[in-house]
């Protein structure tokens, strides 16, 4: 099984809302990172969040990493149709020396 | 400053032929990891590499895969005898150091295999 396993799957909003979604992870880690894919192209590095910090903003992007319950959320906050992609959480486990991915999740903004 | 490349971005094999892919990495980055990824999946680690040398490869296959990073040249990721379950993206992301993962990766666009 995944280290990592995002919630929802999909997820379908209209532009102007916020998007929310979760990644579950099993084991110790020293850091959670989230990555951006666009259809068919690589994946976007979007934020950093380490094993000791609890919140982390950069712009329209709110991560929270909660290590008791082994989760993080991300908020995308005033969606815009250019968010639609595939939102995956990757973590790094203590000691590790590669990222692990979860499934991710298809966030469609509708315009 | 080009990013991680990859090529072919498409690359069509008959069952049985061989798949050669190729990652060049930013440059100065000498850390390499590849990644697959099916249809709808997230993507599944297969190799890390640093030149001339394999550091992990507990997620490639046993039989079929193998990857190198030369001292001079990109890092080939090589399937021999394809078969149509090797169809899938293949990623590659680079890193300046060792703890490149501990700063997040750069990835190339990838290699769109597909087996026929």
Redesign the interface.
């Known amino acids: 099984s995944q280290q990592g396993e995002e919630d929802p799957q999909a997820l379908s909003i209209q532009e102007g809302e916020n998007a929310t979604m979760n990644c579950s992870y099993k084991t110790s880690i020293n850091n959670l990172q989230w990555y951006r894919q666009n259809s068919g192209r690589g994946l976007v590095h979007l934020i950093l969040i380490r094993s000791n910090e609890r919140e982390k903003h950069s712009g329209r992007l709110r991560v929270t990493l909660d290590t008791s319950k082994k989760s993080s959320s991300l908020l995308i906050t005033a969606s815009r149709a250019a968010d639609t992609a595939s939102y995956f959480c990757a973590t790094v486990k203590a000691a590790g020396n590669k990222l692990t991915f979860g499934g991710g999740t298809r966030v469609l903004v509708k315009p | 400053n080009a990013g991680?490349m990859q090529n072919p971005r498409h690359l069509v094999r008959r069952r049985g032929q061989e798949a050669r892919l190729r990652c060049s990495p930013m440059k100065g980055h000498s850390h390499v990891?590849w990644?697959r990824q099916l249809p709808e999946?997230?993507?599944?680690?297969m190799v890390?590499l640093q030149k001339e040398n394999i550091?992990?490869e507990s997620g490639m296959p046993k039989e079929r895969f193998s990857a190198e990073f030369p001292k001079e040249g990109p890092s080939i990721l090589r399937i021999q005898q394809v078969v149509r379950g090797d169809s899938a993206a293949y990623?590659c992301?680079s890193s300046p150091r060792?703890d490149g993962?501990?700063?997040?990766?750069?990835?190339?666009?990838?290699t769109?295999l597909t087996v026929v």
């Open positions: 991680v990891y990644y999946e997230g993507l599944k680690f890390y550091i992990d990623f992301a060792s993962p501990n700063y997040g990766y750069t990835f190339g666009s990838g769109r």
